[in-house]
């Protein structure tokens, strides 16, 4: 067992995509403390990572070689695994698309608690800009650095789903966090850390091939 911590603690520090995820989130903390960020600027650029995580996964999915179909149904039937079998990867990415769509829209509505904040201005969009660009950086480095490592079997179906359990934890913490606007710094750094351990659990389970 102390050998087995050992090799993980070592996985851990020699992952240098995620370092890279904990940067970019710090970089975003720096900003969004000293430009005084309201919640609604921050739900912006988390949406955009969001977005940015289906859309490697969708690249991901369309370049697997193979997948199974254990336990996986549509109508209480199981799905035959065939080449065809990748046109779930244009099904996640419609599914995925509507599921922001409606996050964006329901932004632009401005119908939002005030707690949130006022829509961002010239200034924010800038900023909003520059993070979501560094998150999208960040994770096609983790895709070209983990492309390798990670195993090609995986579930096609637990693989079409995943982004949703990674990214719900997230938006869920700044959702909640309207109730307690002043305590942003401890939502954004509770952020940082369930955004770490769902990239760590992410990668772990894909080289084991439980996907």
């Known amino acids: 067992m102390p050998i087995?911590?050992?090799k993980l603690r070592r996985n851990l520090f020699g992952d240098l995509s995620l370092w890279f995820?904990?940067?970019?989130n710090l970089v975003t903390v720096f900003f969004a403390i000293k430009e005084h960020w309201n919640l609604l600027i921050l739900m912006w650029i988390y949406c955009f990572q969001s977005i940015t995580i289906?859309?490697?996964n969708f690249i991901r999915m369309l370049h697997l070689k193979e997948f199974s179909n254990k336990g996986f149904k549509i109508n209480d039937e199981g799905?035959?695994?065939t080449k065809d079998t990748k046109i779930f990867a244009f099904f996640f990415l419609v599914h995925y698309g509507l599921f922001h769509f409606g996050y964006i829209m329901f932004f632009l509505q401005g119908i939002l608690p005030k707690e949130y904040g006022n829509p961002p201005n010239f200034a924010d969009l800038i900023y909003v800009?520059?993070?979501a660009l560094l998150f999208f950086i960040n994770h096609l480095f983790s895709y070209v650095y983990n492309r390798q490592k990670d195993t090609k079997k995986q579930n096609i179906g637990v693989?079409?789903?995943y982004p949703y359990a990674r990214i719900i934890p997230m938006h869920l913490t700044i959702i909640f966090g309207s109730s307690f606007a002043d305590a942003l710094p401890f939502f954004l750094v509770l952020k940082t850390f369930v955004?770490?351990?769902m990239h760590i659990v992410e990668h772990n389970v894909l080289r084991k091939g439980k996907l």
Not at 21 to 24: K, R, Y
């Open 4 to 6: 087995k911590n050992n």
């Open 21 to 24: 995820l904990l940067l970019s």
């Open 54 to 56: 289906g859309f490697f």
């Open 79 to 81: 799905v035959q695994v």
């Open 129 to 131: 800009f520059l993070t």
């Open 159 to 161: 693989f079409m789903f």
């Open 195 to 197: 955004d770490c351990i």
